[in-house]
């Protein structure tokens, strides 16, 4: 199973961007299908982006399509999150997950390996 540890969340303004890194370890990066996921006080994980395993393609939540990009580095072991044009409605606790499912998933159950996640909080 491969371990997952997300940095670079924060306290930021309306408008402003961040980039969420996720350093994976324990077993080959490449092998597995990346996905980021966030969770609002009292919601459930809402699905952001999931990036293929070897990073040519990309899936987005509607809520972020056009603002958020996914980026992976197989050399690094790391995927990336860039947070563009930020909405106080994109605070919440953003999480990276791994899956070794055979094409892109979107649903939080299909993931097998969490992060601790990282809190990005967005002020008016």
């Known amino acids: 199973q491969v371990q997952l540890v997300e940095s670079g969340g924060g306290l930021v303004q309306a408008g402003d961007s961040l980039r969420l890194s996720c350093a994976a370890s324990?077993?080959?990066?490449?092998?597995?299908?990346m996905g980021w996921f966030r969770q609002a006080p009292g919601k459930g994980h809402e699905f952001v982006a999931a990036?293929?395993?070897?990073?040519?393609?990309?899936s987005y939540g509607d809520s972020v399509k056009g603002r958020f990009t996914c980026s992976r580095d197989n050399a690094r072991n790391t995927v990336y999150l860039q947070l563009n044009s930020l909405k106080p409605e994109d605070t919440a606790v953003y999480y990276c997950a791994a899956t070794f499912s055979a094409w892109i998933v979107r649903t939080s159950t299909s993931y097998d390996s969490w992060g601790q996640g990282t809190q990005v909080t967005v002020s008016s």
């Open positions: 990036i293929s395993r070897s990073g040519t393609s990309t």
């Open positions: 324990g077993s080959t990066f490449s092998r597995y299908i």
